[in-house]
């Protein structure tokens, strides 16, 4: 029997029995089942897929400003793109990323808005171990949590390529746990690879505006960006390919300011990824 069926038995026995005697502290030690039962059932396959790729913090490894990239992670040019136009959106001072991995999109927003404060959540302690070393000093904090237990209102929650991870029978209560810990007004910024890519084996879909909106149905103010031509293919090809990684300075800022002008943004049929900005 698997350690999940376990979990499942043992929270509904402790929860008969503390309905009929009452004990002392049932509420906390069936909140941890709980809370033990939603991370397991969520470590699934596609899950091991993307844990297995955090053998060493690989987004850790582009910068922003200026940009550069390393043989280590060669999306980094599409990086840019989709998680830079993702970040220009942020409001408020209390701000949350769903999903954070190792912790490179909250470095940045720390690095950039002092004065703000941040929390990234992840279900991959080794991603976290990650994010709390290269955070070390910022103004964030990392958790190997599920999002959904908390109660704390954020004015921003960043999900970026999270959604495809999701299985369709987690959607709903993952959505509505972003939704619940969004202060009224607040905004809720998403990226999430477009239909147009071919799926990989650790995503669960691809996306265009109509399935996104079916998942999100309950957020208002539904803003849309593509971003990430994929004609822009061959400038990827250039800064990163089975030859050579491109490390002259001069030249990579020439590539990236083709990319900015060119290929930065697109239309939905030939995006690589959308941004969606929603209000709730």
């Given amino acids: 029997m698997s350690v999940y069926s376990n979990q499942i038995k043992a929270y509904d026995l402790i929860q008969k029995r503390f309905q009929t005697q009452g004990f002392c502290g049932a509420m906390i030690i069936l909140k941890f089942i709980q809370c033990s039962i939603n991370k397991n059932k969520i ?96 103004n964030i904090k990392f958790y190997d949590e599920d999002f959904s237990q908390g109660d704390t209102l954020y004015d921003t929650i960043f999900c970026i390529e999270t959604l495809e991870h999701i299985s369709d029978e987690d959607m709903i209560s993952f959505v509505n746990s972003l939704y619940k810990r969004l202060k009224s007004k607040g905004r809720l910024i998403i990226t999430v690879p477009s239909e147009n890519l071919k799926l990989i084996s650790k995503h669960y879909r691809h996306y265009n505006t109509e399935i996104l909106e079916k998942n999100l149905k309950q957020f208002l103010n539904i803003k849309y960006l593509y971003v990430d031509s994929n004609k822009g293919f061959w400038l990827r090809r250039i800064l990163a390919n089975r030859l050579f990684i491109l490390n002259n300075r001069f030249l990579i800022d020439f590539v990236l300011n083709i990319y900015k002008k060119k290929y930065m943004y697109a239309r939905e049929r030939d995006c690589a990824h959308i941004v969606g900005v929603f209000t709730k």
């Fill in 43 to 138: 470590m699934n396959t596609k899950f091991k897929i993307q844990e297995n790729q955090y053998i060493r913090p690989y987004h850790q490894f582009m910068s922003f400003e200026p940009f550069r990239m390393s043989e280590l992670y060669n999306d980094s040019l599409s990086y840019y793109g989709y998680v830079g136009v993702a970040m220009s959106f942020i409001q408020g001072d209390n701000i949350a990323e769903v999903g954070c991995g190792d912790g490179k999109i909250l470095k940045e927003l720390a690095t950039r808005h002092p004065e703000k404060f941040f929390e990234g959540f992840d279900l991959s302690n080794r991603a976290i171990l990650f994010a709390k070393a290269f955070g070390a000093g910022l």
